[in-house]
Antibody, heavy 120, light 105 residues
């Protein structure tokens, strides 16, 4: 059964780069029609799609974050990484790794989420 | 970008009630709409995809309808575990976007 799990630091200083990893288990990250990516949720607020990438290197980013964002897929380790540069307090959120199925247009499964706080 | 607007933002309901949540897209999205349930402190769970298809394992009291710009999630015979926040999400075009959420309390 496909599962995804986030990992990374829970505290990042302002102006620095937020780096998270997502480990994919139970399936190959090279599966077709699947995109691997991230959704975030600021405390008490709604869901915001960050971006998604497939194993071939095709990426789609939220335009509001695109200038600061890099998502990459490592097929050798079955991991997806997120790098968000020049962070501010507004980037404080729970970050979810989420599998996007392009055929049906759904996100499933999701990781349990990781709270990242931007603070000095 | 396609904007997704949910209404209402909050619904006050009781066990056994029928609850209806609406999601409106800023432009036509066909049936490329999914619904999620999120309980406090948990990741969202997929309920419905392509507007009306029930995800495996989801109780039949959940149903979805609509196409184009207007969509509805209906919960009949509301159960205690259904008190949660619900989100719609469009997949018609990138960037993917979510509605603002509806809290059933």
């Amino acid at each position: 059964q496909l599962q995804v799990q986030e990992s990374g630091p829970g505290l990042v200083k302002p102006s620095e780069t937020l780096s998270l990893s997502c480990t994919v288990a139970g399936a190959s990250i090279s599966s077709s029609n699947q995109y691997w990516g991230w959704v975030r949720q600021p405390p008490g607020k709604g869901l915001e799609w960050i971006g998604s990438a497939d194993y071939g290197g095709t990426t789609y980013y939220n335009p509001s974050l695109k200038s600061r964002l890099t998502i990459s897929v490592d097929t050798s380790s079955n991991q997806v990484s997120l790098k968000l540069s020049s962070v501010t307090a507004a980037d404080t959120a729970v970050y979810y790794c989420a599998t996007y199925h392009a055929v049906y247009g759904w996100f499933d499964p999701w990781g349990q989420g990781i709270l990242v706080t931007v603070s000095s | 970008d396609i904007q997704m607007t949910q209404s209402p933002s909050f619904v006050s309901a009781s066990v056994g009630d029928r609850v209806t949540i609406t999601c409106r897209a800023s432009q036509g999205i066909g049936t490329w709409l999914a619904w999620y349930q999120q309980r406090p402190g948990k990741a969202p769970d997929l309920l419905i995809y392509v507007a009306s298809s029930l995800q495996s394992g989801v109780p039949s009291r959940f149903s979805g309808s609509g196409s184009g710009t207007d969509f509805t999630l209906t919960i009949t015979n509301l159960q205690p575990e259904d008190f949660a926040t619900y989100y719609c999400q469009q997949s018609s075009s990138w960037p993917l976007t979510f509605g603002g959420g509806t809290k059933v309390e």
